[in-house]
């Protein structure tokens, strides 16, 4: 069994972008688990544990939802939270690019035999914190509300990529199984 996802990696010039941001973060003594850096992505779909003999049936699946997909440009802007601003769990930065949204939307479709979907609506999001405790949060509301309509940069999305995910006592380590290039 591996544990699986399929993401998209962030651009190095959106993870310089960013850096202000994650430093004000951690500034703020709040309780976060931070996602680092080189672990940053779009997660288009969490699969969670599979079998290895279905990867190549995932590979297809993955390979017919994207085929003829153009890339195109994204805009990070936006920092928004989950559930709520008074009940913060993630913190993570959005985009309104309806193309990311419409990958999202087909590879989940195209995977959902393996892991269903609890919800249809897809939020286009690249977490950046998970908030462990409500530590400093007027602080930490501070920062969101300071950065809310930042604009974090541009990137060109030309893959997506299927990854395990490995746990650790400190991190996730991810490795890329199979990368498929958008036309």
């Known amino acids: 069994m591996k544990r699986l996802f399929v993401g998209i990696p962030i651009s190095e010039k959106v993870k310089l972008n960013l850096g202000r941001f994650i430093e004000q973060l951690t500034a703020t003594g709040a309780d976060l688990n931070l996602v680092s850096i080189e672990n940053l992505h779009f997660t288009v779909k969490f699969l969670g544990d599979v079998a290895e003999d279905k990867i190549a ?5 993955l390979k017919a939802a994207i085929k003829n997909k153009p890339k195109f440009k994204a805009q990070l ?40 979907e609890e919800s249809s609506t897809a939020v286009a999001h690249l977490t950046v914190a998970r908030v462990k405790s409500r530590k400093n949060k007027e602080q930490l509301q501070e920062v969101l509300q300071k ?8 990137m060109v999305i030309d893959k997506i990529v299927l990854y395990e995910s490995k746990l650790t006592a400190t991190e996730p380590i991810y490795t890329e199984i199979e990368r498929f290039l958008l036309k």
């Open 57 to 61: 049936e995932i590979n297809e699946k």
């Open 147 to 154: 950065f809310k309509l930042e604009n974090f940069g541009e």
């Open 77 to 116: 802007r936006e920092v928004g939270v989950f559930p709520s601003w008074q009940m913060i769990n993630v913190i993570w930065i959005g985009t309104d690019s309806r193309e990311l949204i419409s990958i999202i939307h087909e590879a989940s479709q195209a995977l959902d035999y393996i892991r269903p």
